[in-house]
Structures are given as structure tokens and as C-alpha cells.
């Protein structure tokens, strides 16, 4: 029976989740506070943790790197309210397993309970087999570009390097290339190089052996050692400490690894695809990432634009999301209706085709018709973000929360602001812009 840990400081609305979920069979533990989640997490273990984003102190972005200290394959699944959906972004980057908005439906919550345990359970490890292709090409000029880019590099073996936001299709671009190459029947590794803890990076990447430091209870092999000849994506690579940049860039001009703690070294064989959503060169000039390991990673690259500068893509993936869904929740000849085809070329998309596919897939579960209307869509969605067309009063109120939430990421980083700017999903200079605009002491 799966464990889950379920963390909310609004006492009722948890202990009505924990009722659900345990008439669903699963074994539940409920703490109300931030430090309660702590404690249970770092003295037990659990198979999932569910947690508001909200909380009596800290919030739930900071409970997991917690979680992933202690246990790497445990999902997160963080539950935000409609206008936190930037916050839902970055607890993605910060390695969640998924959000899910406020109000919740209990339908999708147990669908994502069910699949993040399935994940965990399913990949102990061990590296995922290349999956059936779910991979869906856009429409859009750029988006044929960028196929006829995969097509071409697939063949060859050189390093690629995936740029764009969070939810852009970054680890879907790696698979397809992966997909697409003679190393097609060998593993496909998805490594999380944001969710790594410095202190294990190393030895998650490259293996260790027993023994070689506190907690090494037995041998491990290392991610480059079990994609064997496959394909070893690293995503979020800015995130890695200049230790392990070393490492790495050691394993990929020598293709050889060595395991924490041994003095044997195995060979590398497989083919690296980076992704990140910050700009490397920035970071390399002032030193936080090697720039010699930048220009090995990036022997090609890819750049995705997000989803609100192609929106000729936003009919197709829509389409192919909701079939998906229709199929997933056997909802037969279920449609949009007109409005909501409008709201979402007009809507800005901050977590990209993640957050379409989120929104449809909940959008399908509610809708009590074949016509997907205006009130199943998430009521943040149904404001027109273009600037023209919102009044200056929301304007206003807009303004004064993302400024708010700049400078709550500037105090949460020390005002490190290459660092706020990746958390806000940001790039630097927009965020300096943004800093004078709102007249921000930093
Ligand atoms: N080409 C695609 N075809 C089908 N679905 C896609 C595609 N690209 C993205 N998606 C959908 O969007 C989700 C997010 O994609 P993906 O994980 O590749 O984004 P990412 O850019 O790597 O995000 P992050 O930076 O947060 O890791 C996927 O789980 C999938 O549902």
C-alpha cells in the first residue's frame, strides 16, 4: 500500500484529502505545519508527497529539495492556487513531479497520485526504455524548423544542447532525437540535474562505491554507467556545481567515468543532450559555468521558443491534448467550444505546452457536456493577457504581484539574481529591466 505524506497548514482541506485518498486505499500520513512535514519527512519515507504550496511558514518549493535529499525517486506533487502558476513552474524546474491547481478535483488528483507512484516505481533507477513515440510536431514554421534540426542531428552523434523556458518540450526534443538515432533500442536516461543535490550529484551521475563516504551502504553504478550505449539527457545543466562540471567535462573529453571512492574507470559510450532555460554563456562569463564545458555540450543546438511567440502551434497541440485526454478518461467526441479556442491564443502560457496539456486534460475531466466551455478553464486563464486589453486596475493588481514576487525570489536567493531570474523563469536582463521598472532595491 503506497505511502503518502500530505502536507497543508488549512487543517479541514487536508484532512479531507486524507480521507479521500485512504478510502482509495492508500496509507496517509497529514501534518499541518512546515516544520511537521520536515520532521516526517527526514525520520520516514513515503512514496509520494503531496503538499501545498501555501504553508504556515516556509512554503511547499521548499519542502523539496528536502524530499530529494532524502530520497530521489520520491514524487512531489505540489498544489497551487490558479494564480500561482508561475510558482507551479518552478517547482517544476526545482523537480516536482507535477502541480495541481486549486480547486481540486479529486479525479485528478488520484490520476496524478497514480501515475507519479507508477513512475517511481516503475524506473527504480534503472534507466527508462525509450517509450512509444508521443512525440507531436508542430505547424508553425518555427516548429518545422526545429524538426527538420532533429532530423539532422539525430543521425550524427554530436553533443546538443536544448534551450528554452520551463514546459517548452526540451526533454521531448532529447527523446525525439534519441527516437530518431541508431542508438534508438539502448536507453534513453532523463537526469534531473536540477533536482540533484550537490552532495550526490556526483555520485548519481558516475556511481560510487561502498564505503567511499557516509551513507554509501553498497556499490552503485552511475547514470553514464547504465545508459550504456543510449542516450543520457541532463537537463537543468546550469544547476550543476563546478565540481561536478569538472567531472564532467573530464568524462566527456576522455569518455571515462570512475566511481566515487574506486580507482577503476569504465568507458562512456553514450551520446549527452543538455537542456537548460538560462543563458550558459551569461553564467560561464561570470564564472558559475565552465566555458570550456559549455562549448563541449553545445557541439549543436536547439533553441524552442515558447508557446505564446509560436501560437500557430497552440490549435495542434491542443487537439492532440485533448484526444489524449478524451482517450485517457473515455470521454468520447468531447470538443472546445469557440470561446475557449479564443482564450487560449490569447492566453500567455507561462508553463508552456505543460501547462496546455494541464489545463485540457482537467478541462476534460470536468466538462459536463461534449463542450469543453469557458467554466471548466482555470479562472486565470480566462483573463486576456495582452496588455491592451486588460483594464488598468488589473493591470495594476498584476504588476503589484509580480513584483511581489520578484522581490520575494530576490530575498529567497540573497538577491542572487542569476539565480532569481532561473527560479522566475526569467532571463537576467529582463529581470534587471523589471528591477528599475518597479524600482526594486536590490
Ligand atoms: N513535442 C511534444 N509533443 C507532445 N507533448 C509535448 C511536446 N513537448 C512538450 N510536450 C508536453 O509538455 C510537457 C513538458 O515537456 P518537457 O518535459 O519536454 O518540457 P521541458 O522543456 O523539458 O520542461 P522543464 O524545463 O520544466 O524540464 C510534456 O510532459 C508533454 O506533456
Not at 5 to 31: A, C, P
Not at 66 to 95: H, M, Q
Not at 213 to 241: M, P, Q, W
Request: net charge neutral; aromatic share 8%.
Amino acid at each position: 500500500m503506497a505511502k503518502i505524506l500530505i502536507v497543508d497548514d488549512d487543517t479541514s482541506f487536508g484532512l479531507m484529502i486524507e480521507g479521500f485518498l485512504k478510502r482509495k486505499g492508500f496509507n496517509t500520513v497529514f501534518v499541518s505545519s512546515y516544520s511537521a512535514a520536515l520532521d516526517a519527512i527526514r525520520s520516514s519515507s513515503f512514496d509520494l508527497v503531496l503538499t501545498d504550496y501555501r504553508l504556515d511558514s516556509g512554503n511547499g518549493l521548499d519542502i523539496i529539495p528536502e524530499v530529494r535529499k532524502k530520497d530521489l525517486k520520491t514524487p512531489v506533487v505540489l498544489i497551487t492556487a490558479y494564480s500561482d502558476i508561475r510558482v507551479a513552474v518552478n517547482a517544476i524546474k526545482l523537480g516536482a513531479f507535477e502541480y495541481i491547481a486549486k480547486p481540486v478535483n479529486p479525479d485528478e488528483l488520484l490520476h496524478v497520485i497514480n501515475r507519479g507512484i507508477d513512475k517511481a516505481t516503475a524506473a527504480p533507477n534503472t534507466p527508462t526504455q525509450t517509450p512509444v513515440s508521443k512525440y507531436i510536431k508542430g505547424t508553425s514554421r518555427f516548429a518545422e524548423q526545429i524538426d527538420q534540426q532533429i532530423e539532422l542531428i539525430a543521425g550524427t552523434d554530436l553533443s546538443v544542447l536544448v534551450l528554452g523556458e520551463s514546459g517548452v518540450g526540451k526533454e521531448f526534443v532529447a527523446q525525439r532525437i534519441h527516437e530518431l538515432s541508431h542508438r534508438n533500442s539502448k536507453p534513453f536516461v532523463a537526469v534531473d540535474c536540477g533536482a540533484l543535490h550537490s552532495d550526490i550529484a556526483s555520485s548519481e551521475l558516475f556511481g560510487h562505491k561502498k564505503g567511499s563516504f557516509t551513507g554509501a551502504l553498497d556499490d552503485k553504478e552511475g547514470h553514464f554507467e547504465n545508459v550504456k550505449d543510449g542516450t543520457i539527457f541532463l537537463d537543468e545543466i546550469g544547476n550543476l556545481s563546478y565540481d561536478v562540471q569538472v567531472k564532467l567535462l573530464r568524462a566527456i573529453q576522455e569518455r571515462k567515468g570512475r566511481r566515487l571512492g574506486s580507482n577503476e574507470e569504465y568507458t562512456i559510450n553514450c551520446r549527452i543532450i543538455a537542456a537548460t532555460n538560462e543563458d550558459l554563456r551569461t553564467t560561464s562569463f561570470s564564472g558559475k559555468f565552465r566555458e570550456d564545458l559549455y562549448h563541449r555540450l553545445n557541439e549543436f543546438s536547439i533553441n524552442l521558443l515558447p508557446l505564446r511567440d509560436r501560437k500557430e502551434d497552440i490549435s495542434i497541440y491542443s487537439d492532440r491534448f485533448l484526444k489524449m485526454a478524451s482517450n485517457e478518461f473515455n470521454k468520447e467526441n468531447i470538443h472546445f467550444g469557440s470561446e475557449v479556442e479564443k482564450i487560449f491564443l490569447s492566453y500567455e502560457w507561462p508553463g508552456n505546452l505543460r501547462e496546455l496539456r494541464n489545463v485540457i486534460r482537467r478541462a476534460v475531466l470536468l466538462a459536463k457536456s461534449q463542450e469543453i466551455t469557458l467554466a471548466e478553464l482555470p479562472p486565470e486563464i480566462q483573463v486576456p493577457t495582452e496588455q491592451a486589453d486588460i483594464p488598468v486596475q488589473l493591470r495594476e493588481v498584476k504588476e503589484k504581484s509580480e513584483k511581489e514576487m520578484i522581490i520575494e525570489t530576490l530575498e529567497q536567493t540573497r538577491y542572487n539574481k542569476a539565480k532569481a531570474a532561473r527560479i522566475l523563469g526569467i532571463d537576467r536582463k529582463t529581470l534587471y529591466n523589471k528591477i528599475h521598472k518597479y524600482r526594486i532595491d536590490a
